[in-house]
């Protein structure tokens, strides 16, 4: 307590020496004696500086309310209820839950009673309890208010370590979308908090005033640092002399260098340099709220995306005609936003408090980068970039799987993560702090975002990421901003994938001086290279481990012609889209993805009705479960002129209620390429049920526009009789029956399918929905539904056809075998779940999926993938690794080390009681694991939720997992005084 000051702070620490299940409680009455009249909670927008306003309610109203009020457990995913706040006394009732940084959920940050004027909280007699310093916390645990007669409102404080839960603290130590961080120099079973009784009126700011860094800390920042020496002017982190000269000569062939010719570095004019020192402080003066510093939970997540420009100081800094005290001006302001991004309350890492969605702790945290290392010169300068080091080694490893998918959908990797992990890399390798190899995380993600492109007519034909997850479509610019950070050779290939994307710079000259969006932020583009020259590759179909597989033939040609496969384990900001294909064709988007980012749209998704190219199983209205990583590919086979994919989805029993146990949803692609002249490359697809037999199903497929451009068996949908925004009884739908339908496009080309029965085609919806890729206005899009009974599967040719040419001619020409004949070629095309054998024709084939070609009377084997035998080793302790083989596995005390060999692969381990969230390295590279969200498979209730999937790459590959060890944070204003 301090004179004056209207609260006294407590510190609490507490290490039982076991992490407990959270039954150790120090109950404190915070008004025992008196009734309260009225009681404000503390709410609050869960990030930024603004103060939420408070309404007060009288104290008997609130109590009355809370005693009606549902109890604090959901139900997730159908089955299972979420942990619940131990209840320390039969009759009490849970008010609201305390939390010191982000209140999301309805989540709160303390408490005010007081028994006098309504509207003045400190007239008569008040207390309140508020949460502090944030950064100081440990093992952070939600402080529970109850309710007891006669008692009043009881603080409910943990005294002991449990695990935490998304339900009880809005963090989870098992999810992997949970960007918490526990402090590694500290057992796991010790806690500390830090909150404050509190006294008199706007309780609201008592965080901001009481408990956010305070005079104490910021005495202690430097600021103002000496003038360097002229040949010191600055370290040149983000624009190295070699970038430079390598680029100046080119710039007239630069994209933006009409931009990079107003740059002090390229221009040699001292007046460049001075507009750009204006322009970063006065940025800096006024920042967007994120970076402001009255704070009362946790700041902005957007530190790094909208602060870019403060890289332009680097311009600024190198011209030894800066005026000097323009100079310290700049310095200063750097210096200032070093040490506010490096305190634990304005980044509270080591606290154990989410830190918001998998994108935002990358936002959040390496803004630094921008501002410390421009200061070489400043005493804490090792510190920062140490830490930096550190802390960039462990995001960017845990968070990049080793075939190059990122943990988020593309929209929320590329409009700051990725940017943010671009500045850091060419920051810590050019100053020396990284070796040139961990580039290779990049690296891999640029290639694994440009195998995702397709050529859209409605974007002028250049390559698109086509909409998934909470992504709608983008035009990227990341892979020619991307040439500064990789080796030559692939900066070569970024350039040519600008080129088809992009197209063009960043902002077109016309529009000098303005930078539209933070992505395309003017300091990116000097990382554009046009001295490299562009490398073309063929891209062309490719397995994915953690995404999936890309079907593609003929790229960068009119005839193109590619299939998304979404069969992954990499969830976060993605719907559940698992086994969804996107189909591109012949210059048109024949089923292309999201044009939005969220579907504005309910009438699609009513009823747990699904809007992706899917299948639902068991009922129209099934529960679809997120986030588990056994979805996906468990076979394939590549060739020259066919490729093969199966994925496969599983559906615990748990979800039907229906005592026939849990089954799997088998997706088979089948893509036959001819590359002679006349010759169609299309596909031939089954959905298998492996275990749903007994079960219905129903078969979806999304068309672009209205239905009247559906036909079946030549005859179109009247788009009158569609509904239209809305969900109608199934009785309702339009419907035809027939075997042949052919979904149009407005771009010159349909999707012709040909099932192997008579199926029901029926129309579920037409709907729209407003764009965000940029362009604006609406898209419409129709959903064609086929049903199916138990025991029935689907069978299906997709052949992409230009208007005007002929169809194919297809028959079933055994139960698992369709025969295709076009103009260049007879073709039987072989799908099934074992291995089968056909002799028939003068073709003969053994295996589960294959294809045979005749041309001119000779049959040809284009492909034959066969089963192959599934590997399991149960290492004990709980650990059990399953998939294709060959492969080893032992432990090594809590440490499970397996050796691989043979083709890139998924494996299964499951994941033990001693493996909280795990860590993965590949031969002493680390990469990210993937493990199940649990809360979404009945909050671990369902069949083999508890599972970590691991990419495995082809070759042979020394694997290591174990759980996770986090970085050392930012120092913590408060040593430990117990569990040394």
């Known amino acids: 307590m301090a004179a004056g000051m209207p609260i006294a702070r407590i510190t609490e620490e507490f290490d039982a020496g076991e992490i407990t299940d959270g039954r150790d409680l120090l109950m404190l009455e915070l008004h025992r004696g008196w009734e309260p009249a009225h009681i404000i909670w503390i709410g609050q927008q869960p990030e930024g500086q603004n103060i939420a306003p408070v309404t007060a309610k009288p104290f008997s109203q609130y109590i009355e309310e809370k005693k009606k009020a549902s109890p604090a457990e959901a139900t997730v995913g159908g089955a299972g209820q979420a942990p ?101 120099a500290l057992p796991e079973t010790y806690g500390r908090r830090v909150w404050g009784l509190y006294v008199g009126d706007r ?90 510093f009255y704070v009362t939970g946790l700041t902005h997540y957007r530190q790094s995306q909208f602060r870019v420009d403060t890289m332009l100081a680097e311009d600024a800094l190198a011209c030894p005609e800066l005026p000097p005290e323009l100079r310290r001006e700049l310095r200063r302001w750097l210096a200032l936003y070093a040490n506010l991004n490096s305190e634990p309350d304005f980044n509270p890492r080591g606290a154990g408090v989410h830190l918001g969605n998998n994108n935002m702790s990358f936002n959040r945290s ?41 943990i988020e959908c593309p929209t929320y ?49 250049r390559r698109i990421i086509p909409g998934m997850g909470n992504s709608a479509n983008r035009l990227e610019s990341i892979f020619g901003v991307s040439m500064a950070t990789v080796d030559p050779g692939a900066a070569g290939f970024l350039r040519f994938m600008h080129l088809l994307s992009k197209g063009r710079g960043l902002q077109p000259p016309e529009d000098k001086g303005f930078w539209a969006a933070a992505d395309e932020a003017e300091p990116y583009v000097a990382w554009f290279r046009p001295d490299l020259p562009s490398r073309p590759e063929q891209l062309g179909t490719v397995f994915m481990p953690t995404y999936g597989v890309v079907f593609r033939s003929r790229f960068n040609t009119p005839d193109e012609v590619a299939m998304l496969l979404r069969a992954g384990m990499n969830w976060s900001h993605w719907d559940t889209d698992s086994l969804n294909v996107i189909l591109y064709g012949l210059g048109a988007p024949l089923s292309p993805g999201t044009g939005y980012q969220y579907l504005a749209n309910p009438a699609p998704q009513q009823d747990n009705g699904i809007y992706h190219n899917r299948v639902k199983v068991g009922a129209r209205d099934l529960q679809e479960v997120f986030g588990r990583v056994d979805d996906t590919i468990v076979d394939y086979g590549f060739a ?48 298998t049920f492996p275990g749903g037999e007994p079960r219905s199903k129903w078969w979806t497929w999304l068309n672009l526009d209205t239905a009247d451009l559906i036909l079946v068996d030549g005859k179109a949908f009247d788009p009158a009789s569609a509904p239209v925004n809305k969900a109608v009884p199934e009785d309702q739908f339009p419907r035809q029956t027939g075997r042949t339908v052919e979904m149009k496009t407005r771009h010159g080309a349909a999707a012709l399918f040909w099932f192997a029965r008579p199926v029901e085609v029926r129309i579920r919806m037409t709907f729209d929905y407003p764009r965000q890729d940029g362009a604006g206005g609406t898209e419409t899009k129709t959903i064609v539904e086929i049903p199916a009974g138990p025991g029935e599967d689907f069978l299906y040719v997709v052949m992409p056809r230009r208007e005007g040419e002929s169809a194919p001619e297809c028959e079933l020409a055994a139960p698992d075998a369709i025969r295709v004949r076009t103009g260049a070629a007879t073709d039987y095309a072989f799908i099934a779940d074992s291995d089968i054998s056909f002799d028939r024709d003068g073709v003969s084939f053994q295996g589960s999926a294959g294809a045979v070609r005749v041309v001119s009377g000779k049959a040809a084997q284009l492909l034959c993938v066969k089963q192959k035998p599934r590997q399991k080793v149960d290492l004990g302790r709980g650990v059990t690794i399953t998939g294709e083989g060959p492969f080893s ?77 986090y970085p050392q944070p930012w120092p913590c204003p408060i040593q430990p005084s117990i569990g040394k």
């Not at 006669?150 to 949970?178: E, M, Q």
């Not at 992990?421 to 580039?439: C, H, Q, W, Y």
């Not at 093969?644 to 026939?660: C, I, M």
């Open 84 to 184: 619940a706040p131990f209840v320390p006394e039969k009759g009490l009732v849970l008010l609201d839950r305390t939390v010191p940084a982000g209140k999301w959920g309805g989540y709160v940050g303390g408490a005010q009673l007081w028994e006098g004027d309504p509207q003045n909280p400190a007239s008569g007699r008040n207390m309140a309890f508020v949460t502090l310093s944030v950064g100081s916390w440990r093992r952070t645990m939600a402080l529970n208010a109850w309710y007891k007669e006669g008692s009043g409102l009881i603080l409910g404080l943990p005294i002991s370590v449990r695990r935490i839960r998304w339900s009880l603290d809005i963090a989870d130590d098992f999810s992997p979308f949970s960007t918490h961080e526990h402090d590694p």
């Open 203 to 292: 309780v609201q700011e008592a965080q901001a005033r009481f408990g956010y860094i305070g005079l104490d800390r910021y005495k202690d920042w430097i600021v103002d640092l000496p003038d360097p020496p002229r040949e010191k002017m600055s370290p040149r982190p983000f624009y190295p002399p070699s970038l430079v000269d390598a680029v100046k000569p080119r710039l007239d062939e630069h994209p933006d260098g009409w931009a990079l010719k107003q740059w002090y570095l390229f221009s040699g004019n001292a007046e460049h340099a001075v507009r750009n020192a204006r322009k970063v402080i006065n940025g800096l003066k006024n920042p967007y709220g994120e970076n402001s």
């Open 413 to 461: 990797q590329l409009y700051s993560p990725a940017r943010t992990l671009n500045v850091t890399i060419n920051a810590l390798r050019n100053l020396g702090r990284i070796d040139s190899g961990k580039a290779l995380y990049h690296e891999r993600t640029l290639r694994y975002l440009a195998n995702l492109t397709m050529p859209d007519p409605r974007y002028d034909n």
């Open 640 to 687: 020259s002129e066919a490729d093969y994919a199966v994925a496969e989805r599983f559906y615990p029993s748990q979800l039907f209620n229906d005592g026939k146990g849990p089954m799997s949803w088998r997706r088979h692609v089948l893509f036959l390429k001819n590359p002679n002249s006349g010759g169609h490359d299309y596909f031939v697809m089954r959905d």
């Open 889 to 965: 596995a032992r432990l090594d005390g809590d440490t499970v080390k397996i050796a691989a060999d043979g083709r890139a692969r998924v494996l299964h381990m499951t994941q033990p009681e001693w493996i909280i969230r795990p860590q993965l390295w590949i031969d002493s590279m680390e990469w990210m694991a993937c493990w199940t969200d649990y809360p979404a498979s009945g909050w671990g209730s369902y069949d083999h939720t508890w599972l970590i999937g691991i990419s495995v790459p082809e070759g042979k590959h020394e694997i290591t997992v174990r759980n996770m060890v």
């Open 366 to 406: 390496f803004a630094l980068t921008y501002y410390a290392a421009l200061l070489p010169d400043h005493p804490r300068y090792e510190e920062w970039m140490e830490g930096l080091t550190r802390h960039f080694l462990f995001k960017i490893a845990t968070q990049t799987a080793v075939d190059g998918p990122f």
